[in-house]
């Protein structure tokens, strides 16, 4: 069967094009077709003026964290298993083996080079494969594991003697769904009789086409079209049905109602119902509760950011150009691995960049201007060294992990409504340094009012002090270096 994972993997997704390329000759297994019906397409936010707060929809944050993530994210934080359901074996594995998996899914998962399950997978999976199947509601940061757990859920669960679809996987975008058939794909590389098809935009299928293969991976609408509408494969014969990404779901226009439709066609006894989200607000819990019956829930609790191990400081500076000396003095005094500096709107991103690199600095501006494609490239190259300083928006606030970034600029500092401090935001920008426990510096460049109002909002909501730093006193700057 043709196998055009190509084809829907196109664009920025092209990374791993000759692996992928190589993989789909040699194995003529996995058929993945797109479709047309419409579906919500990552928004795309390049319009917002230059003056405006720069943002990023959650469906393109998690597309962007998700191709740019190269590993695991291994984290110390504790799991905790929120609501039990008395049926649910609740031992954790230690490695893959003990999963009793079948041999050729083992082989893919080793293929991949997972040696041992992530932290969440220790808990997940034997919930996901227990017998009888258990439902679940899963919540854990993104990149610790979550798909690879319920892929290998799903890859374990079919029965590839029965040529009809098993296993519905819905995910919010097209991007997306074709990220989790990867995954598939890839895991399943040894599982010769397994197939795989992705049900998004631009393909269209005879009407009467019954489909044979035993996983689909889709987005809500399509879904919806090709079971329900044209039933091109019957729902109640589903007996996994994964829903990812809930957040980005719930945050994606129309995508909530489509999926209780889905849902109510399926048969709730004959149905394993597993649901994955990174954030776990009232909304997503009650769409979760409303879409998973007796669920067991398990998190991965944040591990408790720690302020500990950055030192904070702010710079008194009334005007653009004030801050920018500002950097230019710290520049000269610290010695400095990687910088990242962030502003508020893309205009002064924009300024900022294009007077330090006037200045002979080696910098790189990342802000919502960029396709995602685009944003990849900067980071990779900022990743391997080639810029020292990335000067970026709230684009980069949270989620995307560089880890040898020593200093964080705030050059604005983060405010929310009525402008008031956006402590949340603080937080995690300067956590984009002092990674692992490592040592790291931030610096706000802020003016007096500021410092009086919004500075000190951050002060006392995180009982830290930050302390007054003259950039024009060279041995106060130098002292920073120890
Ligand atoms: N047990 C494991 N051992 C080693 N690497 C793993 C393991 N499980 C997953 N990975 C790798 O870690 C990275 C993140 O895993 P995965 O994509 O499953 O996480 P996630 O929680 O779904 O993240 P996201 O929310 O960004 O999609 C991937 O590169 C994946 O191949």
């Avoid at 996987?169 to 599982?191: I, R």
């Avoid at 990687?338 to 802000?367: N, P, Y």
């Avoid at 020593?406 to 300067?430: M, Q, S, W």
Wanted: net charge negative; aromatic share 6%.
């Amino acid at each position: 069967m043709a196998v055009n994972l190509l084809k829907v993997t196109g664009g920025w997704c092209e990374k791993d094009k000759d692996k992928d390329d190589e993989l789909a000759k040699e194995l003529d297994k996995v058929s993945i077709l797109k479709d047309d019906v419409e579906e919500q397409k990552i928004p795309d936010t390049s319009n917002n003026s230059e003056d405006k707060e720069d943002t990023i929809s959650k469906a393109e944050l998690s597309l962007l964290s998700k191709i740019s993530r190269t590993r695991l994210v291994t984290t110390k934080a504790d799991i905790e298993v929120q609501q039990k359901n008395p049926y649910s074996p609740l031992h954790s594995v230690k490695s893959f083996e003990a999963l009793n998996l079948k041999p050729n899914l083992l082989k893919g998962v080793y293929e991949m080079g997972f040696n041992a399950p992530s932290k969440i997978q220790e808990t997940a999976l034997p919930i996901l494969l227990a017998d009888p199947p258990q439902n679940l509601i899963a919540q854990s940061q993104s990149g610790t594991g979550k798909t690879a757990a319920f892929v290998l859920a799903m890859l374990s669960r079919i029965n590839p003697q029965l040529n009809h679809p098993q296993v519905l996987c819905l995910s919010p975008t097209y991007e997306l769904a074709v990220q989790t058939a990867e995954v598939a794909t890839k895991m399943g590389v040894f599982c010769v009789d397994t197939h795989v098809r992705l049900a998004v935009r631009d393909e269209v299928l005879p009407r009467g086409t019954k489909l044979k293969e035993h996983i689909i991976i889709g987005t809500p609408g399509k879904v919806l079209d090709w079971s329900l509408k044209y039933k091109f494969f019957d729902l109640s014969k589903i007996i996994v049905f994964v829903l990812d990404e809930a957040d980005v779901m719930i945050a994606t226009q129309g995508h909530q109602d489509q999926s209780f439709r889905i849902r109510r066609a399926l048969v709730e006894e004959n149905c394993q119902i597993m649901l994955f989200s990174a954030t776990y607000d009232d909304e997503v819990m009650e769409f979760a509760q409303a879409i998973v019956p007796n669920p067991t829930i398990i998190r991965l609790k944040r591990e408790e950011e720690s302020l500990d191990n950055i030192k904070q400081h702010y710079v008194l500076c009334e005007s653009e150009d004030d801050k920018y000396n500002a950097i230019a003095n710290i520049y000269g005094g610290i010695t400095v691995g990687q910088a990242m500096i962030f502003c508020q709107t893309r205009r002064t991103a924009a300024w900022l960049c294009e007077k330090m690199s006037k200045d002979g600095h080696a910098v790189a501006l990342l802000s919502g201007d960029l396709s995602v494609e685009n944003r990849m490239k900067v980071l990779d190259r900022f990743r391997e060294g080639k810029e020292k300083v990335l000067i970026t928006t709230n684009v980069l606030a949270r989620g995307i992990d560089v880890e040898q970034v020593t200093i964080v600029v705030n050059f604005d500092i983060p405010v929310a409504d009525k402008g008031r401090a956006d402590c949340e935001t603080y937080l995690h920008r300067i956590g984009r340094t002092g990674r692992f426990g490592k040592r790291g510096l931030a610096i706000n460049l802020v003016s007096k009012k500021e410092a009086d109002s919004t500075l000190k909002q951050i002060q006392d909501h995180f009982g830290r002090t930050i302390s007054l730093l003259d950039t024009d006193d060279y041995d106060e700057v130098e002292k920073l270096n120890s």
